[in-house]
């Protein structure tokens, strides 16, 4: 009897609903965006929101490379370092931002495929292409500022 509460437990689970992306919701809480902007941590939004064109978000970028070449990203896209594109933890898969070094003012567009950053306190990792157009590749992090473009 255990073991069937157990096992419908399990198919009862399976069958809930998945959290998707969409492209047309819009984030509407100046809350929540006073709240990433001021922490720079994106885990604050909720999946499949998106932010409004022109909505801006200060925070650290990092970068991947080697080790993730060759791999499938989150979207299915298989992963180049050498081409420009950027990880995100909770933005809609297809968002294009311009993330410009706060260093440097250099800038790039990037367009999020993938999730990540996975280290507490970064807002972004940009592909070892993207990093190299803001010059970010000597110091592997910088401050930076996402605007979204589309």
Request: hydrophobic share 40%; with cysteine; charged share 25%.
């Given at each position: 009897m ?8 399990i198919l ?6 998945n959290?998707?992306?969409s492209s ?6 100046s809350k929540?965006?006073?709240s990433m902007n ?5 885990s604050i ?11 801006k978000?200060n925070?650290k ?7 993730y ?20 933890k909770?933005?809609p898969f297809?968002?294009?931002l ?9 800038s ?5 495929n993938?999730r990540?950053p996975f ?16 010059d970010?590749?000597?110091s592997?992090?910088?401050?930076v500022?996402l605007e979204?473009?589309?």
């Amino acid at each position: 009897m255990k073991y069937l509460f157990i096992v419908v437990a399990i198919l009862f689970a399976s069958c809930s609903s998945n959290v998707r992306f969409s492209s047309e919701s819009v984030l509407n809480s100046s809350k929540v965006r006073e709240s990433m902007n001021n922490s720079g941590n994106n885990s604050i939004l909720k999946l499949g929101e998106k932010v409004s064109i022109g909505e801006k978000f200060n925070g650290k970028a990092s970068y991947y490379a080697d080790k993730y070449h060759g791999r499938m990203t989150a979207n299915g896209e298989i992963f180049d370092m050498n081409k420009i594109s950027a990880a995100h933890k909770t933005l809609p898969f297809g968002t294009k931002l311009l993330v410009t070094n706060l260093s440097n003012g250099k800038s790039v567009v990037v367009k999020i495929n993938d999730r990540g950053p996975f280290i507490s306190g970064r807002i972004i990792d940009l592909s070892k292409e993207a990093a190299k157009k803001i010059d970010m590749i000597k110091s592997g992090i910088a401050e930076v500022e996402l605007e979204v473009i589309q």
